[in-house]
């Protein structure tokens, strides 16, 4: 065993270097001098432990999963990170080197002894707890407990929707059924109508939206069918765009409903189209991490859908079947294939971990075919299904994309792994799909993809697209508000055509660096003017939640020249953000005031999930890295509506190496 698990002084003095070389965070530092301090004795083993699942949780893992991180350190712990080069004489600083010989039954024997480590069963408050070989801050084993308890409260509801109008309806609203060919949407509503809690998970097109809006329709006439008053239900995702994207979605998926419901005024107003932030939905309280609304102060609503389940953390998610009431219904939605959210934990992915089999029962098969006059296939039916399988549908057939997309068809063979398809894919070129290879940013291609050409006019102008829209279209002085808020959601909505996504965050080829050279490209062009921070057109992420401004993690506002108030004045710059109670409304913030900020030319896939972009450009790091994985790769294509640009700056087969490779978060939700 390394000599720095047996010296307590001397393990510290190696995760102060870790700290120092940028590979811990200081907050997984303070916590192991934090455990050090007020238990004095607990073994260095420990402290090591602790650190590594504070580290684990800053990269999405809920626990610290002892067996995975003992057989590969490197790629379980990403330590050293993945953008960094190992410093010269650095080897052995390594958690490859210091865990080398501790074996996962002694490690977890020195942790069940320590004072600092609980048990599920114990009643004290100790800071970590062991579940078999996973070690987890309390407070997210707890998250953990409340999320398995309140969903198993709610399948275990009877059937709550089941009497004689539910079938015509179902059939009204699916009316060109084929019994031949499953309808998973029909399916979907079908499962859905009798259950307090259902999942539905899809990919891109499939029809996770219009199927929600049937189901609701679905609920909502069954009630006024019968005499009971409309359900009360709320619409609700996890950032300001994913909100509005929501709203947009619902009012079209509204217009293709019978015409029957159309012309019903009180069926038609009984279906909601208002969708809302999870943050707005629960009431965030300024400056806390509480909310108004929780077990005591329940949301006063009968169902609450959620859209983008995918970006729903582990704490979040609790908080929320926490704040449920007692009667109420839970309809989750999401791609269960896309990256897990980017706080701790993979909340969807856990639940629609055998969504692909079905796993459906002779009861479920049984609803199934009393209701929809068809059957899945023998191949989704298991006799031992679980309960949650039974509250879980997959849409099957994505209507996005249409028969030969070239991005369909490359989202699809990275999702399987297909990788003889994604080699002949590319040697077919199909009109959507571009793939460019550079050595460097210096690479003229470059510019041409992230600003357009400068000899030709473009339908694919890249960012200069919403630039120059902004220099060419700023409202006059005297224009009323009204104006000017619509000048600014139309230069929003210009800047949202085009997006450049990366894996990495440092380096050239990460965020950092791709942001400092198109800044530099857009000034040289005289896109963007003056060498100050704040500038026409700068285009902003925010990196952590401000509630005081109500604008949350992940919010993208441009930095835009407003209309003098005065008349006679200059312009001044404020930053607009659209609204995240999907108005289409402008919130304007003094620049000073925004302090987690970041510029974004550049976006790292994980910060893009829940946005759409007419054209999205993905660029490949130059050399393998675990951070590059199917999920990654899958998410990235898919925030392409229209065309999808891959960019190698290495090796041609980094793509094939990513869709080879799958990321599994460390938790134990449903395990």
């Known amino acids: 065993m390394n000599t720095c698990l047996h010296d307590t002084a001397a393990l510290m003095a190696l995760l102060e270097d870790w700290v120092g070389l940028g590979w811990l965070r200081e907050l997984d530092f303070a916590f192991a001098r934090f455990l050090d301090r007020e238990v004095p004795g607990t073994p260095a083993p420990v402290l090591l432990a602790a650190t590594l699942a504070s580290h684990q949780l800053g990269r999405g893992h809920v626990c610290l999963d002892l067996d995975d991180t003992l057989a590969d350190p490197g790629m379980a712990l990403s330590l050293p990170p993945d953008e960094d080069e190992l410093p010269d004489g650095a080897q052995a600083l390594t958690p490859g080197a210091l865990l080398s010989g501790l074996g996962a039954a002694d490690w977890a024997a020195i942790l069940a002894?320590?004072?600092?480590?609980?048990?599920?069963?114990?009643?004290?408050?100790?800071?970590?707890?062991?579940?078999?070989?996973?070690?987890?801050?309390?407070?997210?084993?707890?998250?953990?407990?409340?999320?398995?308890?309140?969903?198993?409260?709610?399948?275990?509801?009877?059937?709550?929707?089941?009497?004689?109008?539910?079938?015509?309806?179902?059939?009204e609203l699916f009316p060109d059924q084929d019994p031949a060919r499953p309808d998973w949407q029909?399916?979907?509503?079908?499962?859905?109508?009798?259950?307090?809690?259902?999942?539905?998970?899809?990919?891109?097109?499939?029809?996770?939206?219009?199927?929600?809006?049937?189901?609701?329709?679905?609920?909502?006439?069954?009630?006024?069918?019968?005499?009971?008053?409309?359900?009360?239900?709320?619409?609700?995702?996890?950032?300001?765009?994913?909100?509005?994207?929501l709203k947009e979605s619902i009012g079209r998926a509204i217009s293709g409903l019978p015409g029957r419901i159309l012309n019903n005024v009180e069926w038609l107003a009984s279906i909601p189209t208002e969708v809302a932030t999870l943050h707005r939905l629960l009431g965030s309280r300024p400056d806390t991490r509480l909310f108004r609304h929780n077990a005591r102060n329940p949301l006063p609503l009968d169902v609450l859908v959620v859209d983008e389940g995918s970006m729903v953390d582990l704490e979040m998610m609790a908080t929320l079947l926490e704040a449920l009431p007692p009667h109420a219904r839970f309809f989750l939605l999401g791609d269960k294939d896309q990256l897990a959210s980017v706080e701790a934990g993979s909340v969807l992915g856990d639940l629609c971990r055998r969504a692909e089999a079905g796993h459906y029962t002779a009861a479920t098969l049984a609803r199934i075919r009393a209701l929809t006059g068809t059957m899945p296939d023998t191949t989704l039916q298991d006799a031992d299904g679980i309960e949650l399988d039974q509250h879980v549908v997959m849409l099957r057939e994505s209507r996005r994309f249409i028969a030969g997309s070239g991005i369909g068809r490359l989202a699809a063979a990275v999702n399987r792994g297909e990788l003889a398809t994604l080699r002949a894919l590319w040697q077919e070129a199909p009109d959507d799909l571009r793939r460019i290879g550079l050595s460097d940013l210096e690479d003229p291609r470059f510019e041409a993809l992230i600003l357009g050409s400068t000899r030709t006019e473009s339908d694919w102008p890249g960012h200069a697209g919403y630039l120059r829209r902004i220099r060419s279209g700023t409202p006059p002085a005297d224009a009323p508000q009204a104006d000017i808020d619509q000048w600014a959601a139309g230069v929003l909505a210009a800047h949202g055509r085009f997006q450049l996504l990366c894996a990495l965050r440092k380096g050239p080829w990460g965020v950092t660096g791709l942001n400092e050279r198109i800044e530099t490209l857009a000034r040289q062009r005289g896109l963007i003017q003056g060498s100050e921070l704040w500038y026409a057109g700068r285009p902003v992420i925010v990196t952590r939640n401000d509630y005081s401004l109500g604008l949350m993690n992940g919010d993208i506002g441009i930095c835009l020249p407003r209309p003098a108030p005065q008349a006679g004045g200059s312009p001044v710059l404020r930053v607009a953000f659209p609204r995240d109670d999907g108005s289409g409304g402008i919130r304007w913030v003094l620049p000073s005031r925004l302090q987690g900020i970041e510029t974004v030319f550049a976006l790292t896939v994980h910060k893009s999930q829940g946005s759409e972009f007419d054209h999205c450009a993905l660029l490949l790091p130059p050399r393998p890295n675990p951070i590059l994985t199917r999920e990654l790769v899958y998410t990235g294509i898919t925030r392409a509506r229209q065309r999808f640009t891959l960019i190698d700056t290495g090796r041609q087969d980094m793509l094939i190496d990513a869709a080879g490779r799958s990321v599994q978060r460390s938790g134990g939700l449903f395990s």
Do not use: W
């Open 113 to 171: 002894g320590a004072r600092v480590v609980g048990r599920d069963d114990e009643p004290e408050n100790r800071p970590l707890v062991l579940v078999g070989h996973r070690l987890y801050l309390r407070r997210y084993r707890r998250c953990e407990q409340a999320i398995e308890r309140r969903l198993q409260h709610l399948m275990a509801q009877p059937a709550l929707t089941a009497g004689p109008a539910l079938k015509p309806l179902l059939d």
């Open 186 to 245: 029909k399916i979907a509503c079908a499962l859905a109508a009798g259950a307090a809690f259902s999942l539905i998970t899809g990919g891109p097109g499939t029809g996770k939206t219009t199927t929600v809006v049937r189901l609701l329709a679905l609920l909502q006439g069954e009630a006024l069918q019968t005499g009971r008053p409309p359900l009360q239900i709320r619409l609700a995702a996890p950032t300001g765009k994913a909100a509005a994207r």
